[in-house]
C-alpha cells in the first residue's frame, strides 16, 4: 500500500525544534503529529499533517532504560487532540543524525502498545510512528488495531507559499 505523508515547512522546522528541546532527565523528547487521512483515489492512503501536539515537560517519565518514556497523561491529551476532527495520530521522536533513521527495537514494542489505544479514540483513522533525522524521516501506519504496520513510503514537505493573485489563465 502506498502511504503519502505531507506536513507544512513551517510545522516541520517547529517540531524539529521542539524535540531538540533538553529536557531535565529525558534524553530525548516525543511529540504527536495531528493527521487528516484520506484515500489517494489508487488505493493508497495520503496524511495531511494538520497540528503537532508537544508533550509536557512533566508529562514525562523517569526510566532508566529507555531514552523518553511518557505517561498515560501524554497519551490522553494526544488522544483527546484526535477526537474533533477526527484525525490520525503519529507518535513522533528523533534520532539525530543524518539519512534515513531507524526504528529501535524500544519504538516498535512500544508501538504496539499504544497504537491500539488510538485506535479506541479514532477508530476510523489510521495510526502510526515517526522517527526523524536531521535531513530525513522513516515512518511505519497501522490501518487498525488488528493489521499489520506497512511503511509510510513518501514525505512530503510542503514550502512553497500560495499567491493570492494566482489565477488559472
Not at 14 to 40: K, M, N, T
Not at 46 to 56: D, F, I, K, P, S
Not at 71 to 100: F, W
Not at 103 to 117: K, Q
Request: aromatic share 8%; with cysteine; glycine share 10%.
Amino acid at each position: 500500500m502506498n502511504v503519502c505523508l505531507k506536513i507544512g515547512g513551517d510545522l516541520l522546522d517547529a517540531v524539529r525544534a521542539d524535540l531538540h528541546r533538553p529536557h531535565s532527565f529525558a534524553h530525548e523528547r516525543v511529540g504527536f503529529l495531528l493527521a487528516a487521512a484520506a484515500s489517494d483515489g489508487q488505493g493508497g492512503i495520503m496524511l495531511l499533517v494538520r497540528g503537532y501536539q508537544t508533550v509536557a515537560d512533566d508529562d514525562y517519565e523517569r526510566h532508566p532504560s529507555v531514552g523518553a518514556q511518557i505517561g498515560s497523561n501524554a497519551m490522553r491529551k494526544a488522544a483527546q487532540a484526535s477526537y474533533r476532527p477526527p484525525s490520525a495520530i503519529l507518535h513522533v521522536h528523533t534520532h539525530g543524525g543524518r539519512g534515513r533513521p531507524g526504528f529501535s527495537r524500544v519504538d516498535l514494542d512500544s508501538a504496539a502498545s499504544f497504537v491500539p489505544g488510538f485506535a479506541e479514540t479514532a477508530p476510523r483513522m489510521p495510526h502510526g510512528l515517526l522517527v526523524l533525522s536531521n535531513d530525513s524521516v522513516h515512518g511505519l501506519l497501522w490501518a487498525g488495531p488488528d493489521r499489520p504496520a506497512f511503511p509510510i513510503n513518501s514525505f512530503k514537505r510542503i514550502s512553497a507559499p500560495i499567491r493570492a493573485d494566482w489565477s488559472d489563465k
